[in-house]
């Protein structure tokens, strides 16, 4: 059971720090990272060349090819980053987990997560190391128990359904919470509040100043 919170509280660019840069770029990872940023959530899909892609929407893109999108980053670009901060690698679509495990096998700091289950059942077939996230939308009757029993020890849920209950449940499982996409410093302290790991949202900079203002803040009042 998690015993102690982490050492911080999290934050994490949803795709990056999508309004300076566009989405799931190398640009926008980096100004998230520069902003102070614990990491980044970014999307993962396959193209029908077997191209792997950072893309979100739209399905019709894995009807492509890479040379029909020749402006989308790669999975493979994220090498870079790998060792140097926390990658929440958000998969869309299951059938297609060994080529994505081939890719990131090596990879330190990766947390593989998807809001379809099946595919982390497939990913920790071909790795079964690498740590695991359910992502989800709604509430859920004993999630903590539900997550573990996939092998999961990352939880990112809308930040809407999130309560006290919800974070002890999963906690008690030692599966970290970490919701999405609060942008607003209310939601941030009320997510805080309740026991969350963290938060990934929108705006990562704005999010890493209220985290830091507050340590100076409590730093103050204790000398």
Known sequence: MISSKLPQFLIFGHRGSPGRFPENTIASFEDALASGADGFETDLRLLCDETSVLFHDHDVVETLTSNECPDLARVGDLARFA?????????????WERVLVDIVRDWPQIVIASFDHYVLANVREHHPTVPLGITMYGAMVNVGAYAASLGATWCFPNYHYVDAEMVASLHAHDVRVVPYTPNLVREWEALRAVGCDGVITDLAGEAVEW????????AEGRS
Request: charged share 50%; hydrophobic share 20%; aromatic share 0%.
């Open 211 to 218: 985290r830091d203002e507050g340590r100076r803040q409590k």
């Open 83 to 95: 060792g140097r901060t926390t990658m929440i690698l958000e998969v869309k679509r299951r059938g």
